[in-house]
């Protein structure tokens, strides 16, 4: 799997309340999902590119879903299909 750039809604990078590393996972899904409103992600294909376990990226997700940036569903042990709210 190739790198991604990490591009997303400016907003985000200004909000102080979300740590870096919750940033960095939205743009992931936002640059993964381009001009798409569900994507599915697992996290084996995001330790690839940050270093982080099962618990941290739900706990991530959490924080994103609680700002209203996306909404996540986990499916199965490390797999989740994620929408991100425009």
Do not use: H
């Amino acid at each position: 799997m190739k790198k991604k750039q990490f591009i997303a809604d400016p907003t985000i990078w200004g909000n102080k309340n979300i740590p870096k590393e919750a940033k960095y996972i939205y743009c992931y899904i936002y640059s993964k999902g381009f001009n798409k409103y569900i994507t599915d992600i697992n996290v084996g294909e995001l330790q690839q590119v940050l270093k982080i376990s099962n618990v941290g990226l739900r706990k991530n997700l959490k924080i994103l879903e609680k700002f209203k940036y996306l909404v996540f569903e986990e499916y199965a042990n490390g797999m989740y299909t994620v929408s991100i709210n425009n």
